[in-house]
């Protein structure tokens, strides 16, 4: 079962930041925060990962607050190729390969 | 380095018939995950498979079955087909160690479309 929250849609003008936001408030001491994204119809694309520390890769930064109840996405400059829907999952990593998906937020990048 | 195959990329079925799906997952990684996406439900998890041993199995009927063979590559298995069943099906593959596993790549999926 999906254990975030996620707002349904936002919107983001072309070459400003994205900041995605989502809620895990039940989260436990050993679970991960991953990011996926999916453009129509695509397989879902893997972005980002992280425990408790601040990550950032070339896709991305994953904010995590102290208390890990919730996470922001950042895409530092947002194209319109990053119109998508941005999943939040929340797993443990010693448990198998299962993600469970909940309905992410689609973001619209507005030229 | 190539990434998740999975083939066919459409298929059209009849409701009643049998259906095999395939998927070649990236080379060295021997975990291999199997979902269904639809507009209602959204992506769900059916199996995970791992070393040809299911590991993981979501909450679907028996009708939905796989297999992974000793290559990592694997097949899933649709029989009795139902309209319901229409949905785009994805694999996915990690590379999974004694240390866990990290992320997952998913191929483009297979469109069913069952008539």
């Known amino acids: 079962d999906a254990k975030t929250t996620q707002p349904p849609s936002m919107d983001c003008a072309e070459g400003r930041a994205a900041n995605l936001p989502c809620n895990h408030s039940?989260?436990?001491?050993?679970?991960?925060v991953y990011w996926y994204r999916q453009i129509h119809s695509q397989g879902p694309q893997y972005i980002i990962h992280?425990?408790?520390n601040n990550e950032t890769n070339e896709m991305a930064s994953l904010i995590i607050t102290e208390d890990r109840k919730s996470s922001t996405l950042i895409l530092p400059h947002a194209t319109l190729r990053d119109t998508a829907v941005y999943y939040c999952?929340?797993?443990?990593?010693?448990?198998?390969?299962?993600?469970?998906f909940g309905t992410g937020t689609s973001l619209t990048v507005i030229p | 380095k190539a990434g998740v195959t999975q083939t066919p990329r459409y298929l059209i079925k009849t409701r009643g018939q049998q259906v095999t799906l395939s998927c070649s997952p990236i080379?060295?990684?021997?975990?291999v995950s199997w979902y269904q996406q639809t507009p209602g439900q959204g992506l769900q998890f059916l199996f995970e498979?791992?070393?040809?041993?299911?590991?993981n199995k979501g909450n679907f009927p028996g009708r939905f079955s796989g297999r992974q063979f000793s290559n990592s590559r694997s097949e899933m298995n649709v029989s009795t087909l139902e309209l319901g069943d229409s949905a785009l099906y994805l694999c996915?593959?990690?590379?999974?160690?004694?240390?866990?596993?990290?992320?997952?790549?998913f191929g483009q999926g297979t469109r069913l479309t069952v008539v």
């Open positions: 996915a593959s990690s590379l999974s160690t004694g240390a866990g596993t990290t992320e997952a790549f």
């Open positions: 039940t989260i436990s001491g050993n679970e991960y």
């Open positions: 992280g425990l408790k």
């Open positions: 999952i929340v797993r443990l990593t010693n448990t198998g390969n299962q993600f469970y």
């Open positions: 080379s060295g990684h021997r975990s």
């Open positions: 498979y791992f070393s040809e041993t299911q590991r």
